[in-house]
């Protein structure tokens, strides 16, 4: 007698993310059913084959701090049978939830914490064997929002400028800065401070910087542009006494950090009778005996766009014929 074996339609699901707190049953698969294989026929001669679970994942699968992870999984039920799916999370190897929901948020999350996911399947008489996936938690860039400069305003040359980045790192590591300074659009140094005693007035400055926390750089912020502002002329020292005929002479030199020509000396206060030479710097004076005694002296030198320094001293004249002493010099802007 021949047997006459009964075939039994199997058929597939793919599952993707599911949203919500309610535990659902799938629907059964639309479209053409396939013959089962010998060893599936075999199962289902018993009454029932467990869901197979394929394949199960996160997303995203490193997650950062403050983010929503979602549980990806593909699975099917030999039968067809509508499925329900068992969600397991855990972070740090501590359990912290267990349903329906696909979803988690973990609120304390922190860079390389790690979260695992584990599902099983079950179409109401059997449960398919767990399935896992591990995602560590990963690092988040530094934000950089602004660079200033320090001084910003009045600045001059030979005084020097330093950058002054603001910045922030989410998880808190220390962090470090990469400068690159230009004067003029050319790259002028790579420290935080840059030295402005070879520049002059009118030079632009900026410098850009980038946040590093050793793992990841935050985008490139650039300061506001600084134009050096003009640097008054300086009297250097007070020159040697020349004296001649009763005469006073001094010789003033001066000299200017923005390398202006055209400086001119002046007399601020002086003793009656005291003149300078506002081309040369020098300075005559021809006491007479009235003016024996101590007489402070005020000159100073002016640039060609009015900035300028004085330089204050004494001149001693003595009733006798002896040379005057200069005491030192005290030098005022």
């Known amino acids: 007698m021949r047997a006459l074996t009964h075939g039994i339609l199997a058929g597939s699901l793919l599952l993707g993310v599911a949203c919500g707190s309610g535990e659902q049953p799938l629907a059964k698969p639309s479209g053409r059913s396939m013959a089962p294989s010998p060893g599936t026929q075999e199962l289902q001669r018993g009454g029932d084959a467990a869901p197979l679970l394929q394949r199960v994942a996160m997303s995203p699968e490193h997650p950062v701090p403050g983010q929503e992870i979602k549980a990806v999984v593909d699975v099917r039920d030999p039968d067809g049978d509508p499925l329900r799916l068992r969600y397991v999370w855990r972070h740090n190897g501590v359990e912290v939830a267990r349903g329906s929901r696909p979803v988690v948020y973990i ?8 979260v695992e996911l584990s599902v099983t399947a079950s179409d109401g008489r059997r449960e398919s064997q767990a399935l896992s996936a591990r995602g560590t938690v990963r690092n988040r860039p530094p934000v950089l929002t602004a660079v200033s400069l320090s001084p910003f305003g009045d600045v001059r040359a030979g005084q020097p400028i330093s950058a002054e980045p603001h910045a922030s790192d989410p998880d808190h590591d220390e962090l470090e800065f990469d ?9 002028a140094g790579s420290d935080r401070i840059l030295e402005t005693s070879r520049l002059h007035r009118g030079d632009r400055i900026q410098v850009s910087v980038v946040a590093s926390d050793g793992e990841a750089r ?76 101590v007489h402070p002296v005020e000159v100073g030198v002016r640039d060609p766009s009015g900035e300028g320094t004085t330089f204050l001293f004494q001149v001693t004249v003595s009733a006798t014929p002896a040379p005057p002493a200069s005491p030192a010099p005290e030098r005022r802007r």
């Open 218 to 293: 935050s985008r490139e912020v650039s300061s506001p542009i600084l134009p050096l502002g003009n640097t008054p002329p300086v009297i250097t020292q007070l020159p040697d006494l020349e004296r001649s005929d009763g005469t006073f002479r001094y010789r003033f030199e001066a000299k200017d950090a923005d390398g202006d020509h055209n400086l001119r000396f002046f007399l601020a206060s002086g003793p009656p009778g005291m003149h300078m030479d506002p081309v040369t710097g020098e300075l005559t004076w021809h006491p007479d005996a009235s003016q024996a005694g």
């Open 179 to 187: 400068y690159r300074w230009t004067v003029n659009g050319a790259p």
């Open 107 to 114: 609120p304390d999350l922190q860079k390389g914490d790690e």
